[in-house]
């Protein structure tokens, strides 16, 4: 089977000093082709490289960082465990507590045999938190945003996803997946999204998705304004609070919850690995829409349920952010503090009303530069953000305070930038 042949020698090199050459013209030399791949990245300064990093729980926002050079405790300014709640008691007990009673993983998926009570009692405290009837658990945020968003644009008739520019990857891969129509209306602008509904088709389905807080810029999206335009044209909304649940409203259930809009939402979408310091993703809505996603969804229906761990861990997390406001109170000090020593020092930060502070650069080998000094020389972690995350130009730091972050580690924060920022000469922001 000559077309088999080129797999065959490279499945071979694996035990044997295949050097690449014997390969007929014809035949695709697949770890040429990945080298080639791989080098085009670094060559465009897009290559991520991981800092290693062993989270060491009490000590959060420190952790230990192996190298070559060995080990070396580290801040960490760039986590999404935003307040900390990884390793917060309530949560690593709750853990502790479900692996003694119930073992490792589920042992199936949800319909066969993996439907742990964990999951359930995690269902109702989810829809309980976004006020909805119902939720579904899904293995990450990720997850819940490709198989939700893809089951209902695939299944709506003639569905249009409004999709906002800004949408995070796993949507646009669920609305992709979908094969649904799609207009793309500019990111937070009301009355691009109006135009956009207008022109479309009356008697097809429309789903308006978006996120509330948005990552990289850290704004926010005006929730009200945009269920008052789809709720005139009779579209239902998808709103991904991933960056939101734990961090905004009175309970901790995102800014749809902070502005009294949560029952406005058709379909509330979130992550239990962000703020809730564990692992997973769910969406929440009425019963008919969740058990319409429970019921159609590939990627929830086949695959393994998470860990009753997880999902114990999970419920505590969001149970105690539910009844407790310290962590929220005391990171948002946090965040102004280094708002306002960031202004004092004149570094230049995106202006915005969320936790995250994008310090901007805006050059990628600058912006690489001053991440790996911050890491080599003053031993603070903060990831380089650039093309393709974030336009070119815009390149930048994006810091998130924790509530555990010390005066201290801000002062070293806001020293060493300032220190690398006159290295780099870079442009201060006048005050
Ligand atoms: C991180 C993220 C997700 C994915 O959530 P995970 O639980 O990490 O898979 C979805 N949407 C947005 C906006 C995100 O930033």
Redesign the pocket.
């Known amino acids: 089977m000559p077309q088999n042949s080129g797999y065959d020698q490279l499945y071979a090199s694996g035990q044997n000093n295949y050097t690449g050459t014997s390969l007929e013209y014809d035949e695709m030399n697949f770890e040429d082709f990945f080298k080639n791949e791989l080098d085009a990245l670094k060559e465009a300064g897009n290559y991520r490289v991981f800092a290693d990093l062993e989270r060491r729980k009490g000590s959060f926002p420190k952790a230990v960082r192996h190298s070559e050079d060995g080990t070396r405790e580290v801040t960490v300014w760039c986590s999404?465990d935003y307040l900390g709640m990884g390793q917060h008691t309530s949560t690593v007990e709750a853990m502790k507590e479900a692996i003694d009673r119930c073992g490792a993983g589920a042992g199936g998926t949800r319909n066969i045999s993996g439907t742990n009570h964990y999951h359930v009692l995690l269902e109702q405290e989810l829809a309980d938190l976004h006020a909805k009837e119902a939720a579904l658990l899904l293995t990450?945020?990720?997850?819940?945003?490709w198989a939700a968003l893809g089951t209902l644009g695939a299944r709506l008739p003639d569905a249009t996803i409004f999709s906002d520019a800004l949408?995070?990857a796993?949507?646009i891969e669920g609305m992709r997946h979908s094969r649904a129509n799609k207009a793309i209306w500019k990111h937070n602008d009301v009355e691009d999204l109006a135009r956009k509904l207008a022109d479309a088709d009356p008697d097809t389905a429309k789903i308006v998705a978006f996120?509330s807080v948005?990552?990289m810029d850290g704004d926010i999206a005006p929730i009200a304004e945009i269920c008052d335009v789809a709720e005139q044209y009779g579209a239902m909304t998808y709103l991904?609070e991933?960056?939101a649940v734990g961090m905004y409203g009175p309970r901790g259930a995102g800014i749809a919850e902070r502005e009294g809009l949560m029952d406005r939402v058709t379909l509330i979408?979130g992550?239990?690995?962000?703020a809730y310091g564990v692992?997973?993703?769910y969406i929440t809505g009425s019963a008919n829409l969740i058990d319409f996603v429970r019921s159609f969804a590939s990627g929830f229906i086949f695959s393994t349920a998470l860990p009753p761990a997880l999902a114990a861990g999970a419920c505590a997390s969001v149970r105690h952010l539910k009844n407790s406001d310290l962590e929220r109170m005391r990171q948002r000090r946090n965040v102004r503090k280094v708002r306002e020593r960031l202004d004092a020092l004149g570094l230049p930060h995106m202006d915005n009303d969320s936790h995250i502070i994008p310090v901007m650069v805006g050059d990628p080998k600058k912006c690489k530069f001053i991440s790996d000094l911050l890491l080599e020389q003053y031993g603070i972690y903060v990831q380089p953000i650039n093309y393709p995350t974030v336009p070119k130009g815009t390149e930048r730091l994006r810091i998130t305070p924790s509530p555990m972050h010390s005066d201290e580690d801000i002062d070293n924060l806001v020293t060493a930038l300032s220190e690398l920022w006159s290295q780099c000469a870079l442009a201060r922001a006048v005050a």
């Open positions: 999404n990450s945020g990720y997850v819940a945003n949408n995070h796993s949507m996120e948005y990552s991904d991933v960056h979408q992550t239990l690995g962000k692992m997973g993703g």
